[in-house]
C-alpha cells in the first residue's frame, strides 16, 4: 500500500495564523493580502512582540477553517493508501517556546480525524526524512527535499513565486484545492 504524507497547515486547515494576527492587531488581513510563509512578517518590527504573545496565549486550533472537503477526502484516501498526517511544529525562532504547537496540532488532528490512527501523526521539526510514496504540502522546501515519487502543492499566494517550470524540475505539481487532489489520487478507485 502506497504511503502518503499529507501537511496540516495551510493544507488541511487554514487562516489561524492570519487570524492570530488580525486579532492581534485588530486588522483585517485575508490570505490573499499575504505573499509570505510566516504571515507574522507583515507585522516588521512587532513581530517579537507578536511571537511573546503568540505562544503563551493563542492556539490557533480553536477556531481554524478546514479547507473545503479536505477531511473528507482525506478519509476517503484512508480506504486506498496508508496516509500520514506530518505537521512541523518547530519555530526555529521560538524553539522551547514552539512546542506547545505540537500538543496543539495533536489535538486537533485526533478530535477532527479520529479515522487517522494516532501512530499515524508525526509531529517534527522537519520533514525531510518522512519516506513516503506521496506528499501533500503547500511549502515548496518541504516537498523538494527527501522522498515522495508524487509531490502535489497546494496553492497559495506565497507559494506562487514558483512557475511550472520551477516546479515541474523539482518533480512537483500544484494543485488548486482538494476536489482536484481527489480526482489526481481516487480516480478509478472509487
Not at 503568540?54 to 477526502?73: Q, R
Not at 495533536?106 to 506528499?135: A, H, Q
Not at 482538494?178 to 489526481?184: C, L, P, T
Request: glycine content about 4%.
Amino acid at each position: 500500500m502506497q504511503k502518503i504524507m499529507i501537511d496540516l497547515d495551510e493544507t488541511i486547515v487554514m487562516d489561524g495564523y492570519l487570524k492570530a494576527v488580525n486579532d492581534y492587531k485588530n486588522t483585517n488581513y485575508k490570505a490573499e493580502d499575504i505573499d509570505t510563509y510566516y504571515v507574522e512578517d507583515i507585522l516588521g518590527e512587532e513581530k517579537e512582540a507578536f511571537l511573546d504573545h503568540f505562544y503563551k496565549n493563542v492556539n490557533i486550533y480553536d477556531d481554524i477553517k478546514e479547507l473545503p472537503n479536505a477531511i473528507s477526502t482525506i478519509k476517503d484516501l484512508c480506504k486506498y493508501y496508508d496516509v500520514y498526517i506530518c505537521a512541523a511544529f518547530v519555530d526555529p525562532r521560538r524553539v522551547l517556546e514552539s512546542k506547545v504547537s505540537a500538543m496543539y496540532k495533536y489535538e486537533w488532528i485526533v478530535k477532527n480525524m479520529p479515522f487517522i490512527d494516532p501512530r499515524k501523526i508525526i509531529l517534527t521539526g522537519s520533514k525531510d526524512v518522512v519516506m513516503c510514496d506521496i506528499k501533500i504540502d503547500d511549502k515548496v522546501s518541504n516537498l523538494k527535499k527527501g522522498y515522495g515519487k508524487v509531490k502535489l502543492l497546494l496553492d497559495h499566494k506565497h507559494n506562487q513565486k514558483y512557475d511550472f517550470e520551477d516546479l515541474e524540475s523539482l518533480g512537483i505539481r500544484r494543485v488548486y484545492n482538494w476536489d482536484q487532489i481527489r480526482s489526481i489520487l481516487l480516480e478509478g478507485r472509487e
